[in-house]
T-cell receptor, first 112, second 115 residues
Framework: SQQGEEDPQALSIQEGENATMNCSYK?????LQWYRQNSGRGLVHLIL?????REKHSGRLRVTLDTSKKSSSLLITASRAADTASYFC????????????FGTGTQLKVEL | NAGVTQTPKFRVLKTGQSMTLLCAQD?????MYWYRQDPGMGLRLIHY???????AKGEVPDGYNVSRLKKQNFLLGLESAAPSQTSVYFC??????????????FGPGTRLTVT
């Protein structure tokens, strides 16, 4: 199984601070994706990083991938109240229907 | 471009009743998926489809059936609903090319309660 485990389970910060979430997995992968879920809504894709990449940026998001440690991190800089959501990582392998396995996520709360 | 839509948004069933959840996507995606999400848990894959006329089992397929008669639609059926199927159901779709994996696009969810 390529299921990722997010850590911490919950994170509370003040607006303007940076938020870091981690993801660990157990098997070899081809890529890893991060998704955001606002309360009661569907998941929204944030970023995809491939196994031959070490770091990727998208706006205020920075994702790292360390395949030797089987871990990834998601950094959100200058957090805003609108970033309050659950964040999920999804490591996967190419093929096999592009199936994703999600962990329980990190619940981020950004307070004003 | 509506993306992924799900019908209905809410439904209450009695134990033993049947229903069908409809998922539709207008992005011409090959792959489609049905997940369920229970409180405090991540999404678990029920069934998926890699193309029109094909379906496959996911992690938790028991008690559900699916059909993909048209590329843009993926139906999830509950033949005899049980309280354990109370959940939020999400549909997703993704494209695929020879270069591999792409992101999944999710619908807004269907909140189902079985009493």
């Amino acid at each position: 199984s390529q299921q990722g485990e997010e850590d911490p389970q919950a994170l509370s910060i003040q607006e303007g601070e940076n938020a870091t979430m981690n993801c660990s997995y157990k098997t070899s992968i081809n890529n890893l994706q991060w998704y955001r879920q606002n309360s009661g809504r569907g998941l929204v894709h944030l970023i995809l990083i491939r196994s031959n990449e070490r770091e990727k940026h998208s706006g205020r998001l920075r994702v790292t991938l360390d395949t030797s440690k089987k871990s990834s991190s998601l950094l959100i800089t200058a957090s805003r109240a609108a970033d309050t959501a659950s964040y999920f990582c999804a490591p996967s392998i190419t093929g096999g229907g592009n199936k994703l396995t999600f962990g329980t996520g990190t619940q981020l709360k950004v307070e004003l | 471009n509506a993306g992924v839509t799900q019908t209905p948004k809410f439904r209450v069933l009695k134990t033993g009743q049947s229903m069908t959840l409809l998922c539709a996507q207008d992005m011409n995606h090959e792959y489609m998926y049905w997940y369920r999400q229970d409180p405090g848990m991540g999404l678990r894959l029920i069934h998926y489809s890699v193309g029109e006329g094909t379906t496959a089992k996911g992690e938790v397929p028991d008690g559900y059936n699916v059909s993909r008669l048209k590329k843009q639609n993926f139906l999830l059926g509950l033949e005899s609903a049980a309280p354990s199927q109370t959940s939020v159901y999400f549909c997703a779709s993704s494209r695929v090319t020879g270069q591999g994996v792409y992101e999944q696009y999710f619908g807004p969810g269907t909140r189902l309660t079985v009493t």
